[in-house]
């Protein structure tokens, strides 16, 4: 739960190791505590730690495109005092990136790498004006369904942020082979954020 009082301690004690884990953002041990003190709020909330939009460093406290745990997300992050050189933020962001992906296996086995440079994306706009994208690739072969969901979860938020994701996008998918139906309508991924952005302002 975000309590006011749990959520107040939270941020003391990261306010309190801002400066140590921004000078050694792997610190193991940090990294540990800030998992577990995270996850008492909710442990189907995620986080992640990178490079700041503005500041050198931003903390993310992600919903997992739940809407149900975007309160609790909101509610963390909206507490957070102003702490130097970082930054808040209570869903993904979209970044500059090079359409990489490295996919932890469900199964346990290696990570494995994907390319997303070559995909394609058809959008979707039905009768009800919600908006639902297809992505296709090629080398899909060896993901199953869960990771492929995975996938097109990591590929969206990069593209697009998880608010977006969240706010616009009722249904996505990553598919081998488009309908026949869709083919012609197929577009390079490096258009999709535009192209999404166009839709909703249409």
């Known amino acids: ?12 004690w990261f306010q309190s190791i801002a400066s140590s884990l921004g000078a050694d953002i792997e610190n193991r041990a940090l990294l ?9 709020f909710d442990s189907r909330l995620s986080w992640e730690i990178g490079p700041g939009e503005i500041e050198s ?22 507490h957070a005092p102003v702490i130097p050189d970082w930054e808040f933020h209570f ?10 992906l490295l996919m932890q296996r469900s199964d346990g086995r290696e990570p494995l790498r994907l390319d997303a440079s070559g995909w394609g994306f058809v959008l979707l706009r039905h009768p009800d004006g919600s908006h639902e994208i297809v992505l296709q690739g090629d080398n899909l072969a060896s993901l199953d369904d869960d ?8 590929t969206l938020e990069s593209i697009l942020g998880e608010e977006l994701l969240l706010n616009k996008i ?6 081998d082979q488009l309908e026949p139906r869709f083919a012609e309508s197929r577009k390079s991924i490096h258009g999709l954020r ?5 839709s909703l302002t249409d």
């Open 170 to 175: 009722t249904a996505f998918e990553l598919v």
């Open 147 to 154: 990771e492929r969901w995975h996938a097109a979860a990591i």
């Open 57 to 78: 460093w931003q903390l993310v406290v992600s919903p997992n495109l739940d809407p149900d745990l975007r309160p609790a997300a909101q509610k963390i992050i909206f």
């Open 32 to 40: 540990e505590e800030l998992d577990a003190r995270l996850h008492r």
């Open 194 to 198: 535009e192209t999404v952005l166009t």
């Open 91 to 100: 869903a993904r962001r979209p970044k500059e990136w090079d359409y990489k």
């Open 1 to 12: 739960m975000t309590d006011s009082t749990s959520t107040e301690e939270f941020w003391t």
